[in-house]
T-cell receptor
Framework: AQSVTQLGSHVSVSEGALVLLRCNYS??????LFWYVQYPNQGLQLLLK??????LVKGINGFEAEFKKSETSFHLTKPSAHMSDAAEYFC?????????????FGKGTKLSVKP | EAGVAQSPRYKIIEKRQSVAFWCNPI?????LYWYQQILGQGPKLLIQ????????DSQLPKDRFSAERLKGVDSTLKIQPAKLEDSAVYLC?????????????FGPGTRLTVL
């Protein structure tokens, strides 16, 4: 069975600083991995996804993530934080088998950006 | 293109009362999902529909929760009777198909408070 662990429920950075949100996954088969962002009182929006191919994935709003099979990680990064990046971020893995297409989410990391 | 619509956005009820949520997916999307997001946790799948058929309801508490998707378009999720632990945000999502490559698009959610 697939699972996702997000390290750190709350991350705080200064504006302009590097953003690093950590995600480790568990999967017995090659995983499909996703990062979603959730702004207050809104639904989830897809930031980026890894399915196959290039391990460095670029997403919207300047975010990127690297799939590292040896480390079972899919950490999300952004070189320079902006105030508008303050939100909650969820890492997710997609299931296989009879429930294809279902997402299993981590508990989320709330990102705060200080001026 | 219109996104996933959900109503109501907020609902407050007392325990043992009934409540229903409505979701209208993106036009043409065959697959519809209902997720429960408890405060401080990631969304958890409750039920998945493919057109008007149920694909996965293994995590739906069937003694109190029910869902339907008549005509394969919009869907309703009902809780009867509600418990305190049902307080959560209920997210609806849709995707073009069931396969793992299909992105899920989320609605804004319905925030339920059970007193």
């Amino acid at each position: 069975a697939q699972s996702v662990t997000q390290l750190g429920s709350h991350v705080s950075v200064s504006e302009g600083a590097l953003v690093l949100l950590r995600c480790n996954y568990s999967s017995s088969v090659p995983p499909y991995l996703f990062w979603y962002v959730q702004y207050p009182n809104q639904g989830l929006q897809l930031l980026l996804k890894y399915t196959t191919g290039a391990t460095l994935v670029k997403g919207i709003n300047g975010f990127e993530a690297e799939f590292k099979k040896s480390e079972t990680s899919f950490h999300l990064t952004k070189p320079s934080a902006h105030m508008s990046d303050a939100a909650e971020y969820f890492c997710a893995v997609k299931t296989y088998g009879g429930s294809q297409g279902n997402l299993i989410f981590g508990k989320g990391t709330k990102l705060s950006v200080k001026p | 293109e219109a996104g996933v619509a959900q109503s109501p956005r907020y609902k407050i009820i007392e325990k043992r009362q009934s409540v229903a949520f409505w979701c209208n997916p993106i036009s043409g999307h065959a697959t519809l999902y209902w997720y429960q997001q408890i405060l401080g946790q990631g969304p958890k799948l409750l039920i998945q529909f493919q057109n008007n058929g149920v694909v996965d309801d293994s995590q739906l508490p069937k003694d109190r929760f029910s869902a339907e998707r008549l005509k394969g378009v919009d869907s309703t999720l009902k809780i009867q009777p509600a418990k305190l632990e049902d307080s959560a945000v209920y997210l609806c999502a849709s995707s073009p198909g069931q396969g793992s490559y299909n992105e899920q698009f989320f609605g804004p959610g319905t925030r339920l408070t059970v007193l």
